[in-house]
Nanobody
Framework: QVQLVESGGGLVQAGGSLTLSCAAS????????MAWFRQAPGKEREFVAA????????YYTDPVKGRFSISRDNAKNTVSLQMNSLKAEDTAVYYC?????????????????WGQGTQVTVSS
């Protein structure tokens, strides 16, 4: 069992930066693939980024490549999403997810655990 709690969301101007954090409980955190998804109003939840349990592999959706960076600290049971050069279209509720295995990493149905989400609003 893994419980996830996101933090770090807020209101930022376009071009600004935010860092989201996800704190996980459970001794098996280091064995899970961790990911960030987001859901904008009126849209389906979409994949943003994922990181392998070892931290050795990461994967990003094309719209955030070069702007966002996912990382994890298995000693602290945390995963972070550094978001730079934010755009209005990045506005959404951001969710942290955890799953066993790796593929398919971009499908939300494959994730076993979810946090409650944190709101990110980018003003243009």
């Amino acid at each position: 069992q893994v419980q996830l709690v996101e933090s770090g969301g807020g209101l930022v101007q376009a071009g600004g930066s935010l860092t989201l954090s996800c704190a996980a409980s459970g001794r098996t955190f280091s064995s899970y693939t961790m990911a960030w998804f987001r859901q904008a109003p009126g849209k389906e939840r979409e994949f943003v980024a994922a990181i392998h349990w070892s931290g050795g592999s990461t994967y990003y959706t094309d719209p955030v490549k070069g702007r966002f960076s996912i990382s994890r600290d298995n000693a602290k049971n945390t995963v972070s999403l550094q978001m730079n050069s934010l755009k209005a279209e990045d506005t959404a509720v951001y969710y942290c997810g955890a799953r066993s295995g790796w593929a398919p990493i971009s499908r939300d149905y494959s994730y076993e655990y979810w946090g409650q989400g944190t709101q990110v609003t980018v003003s243009s």
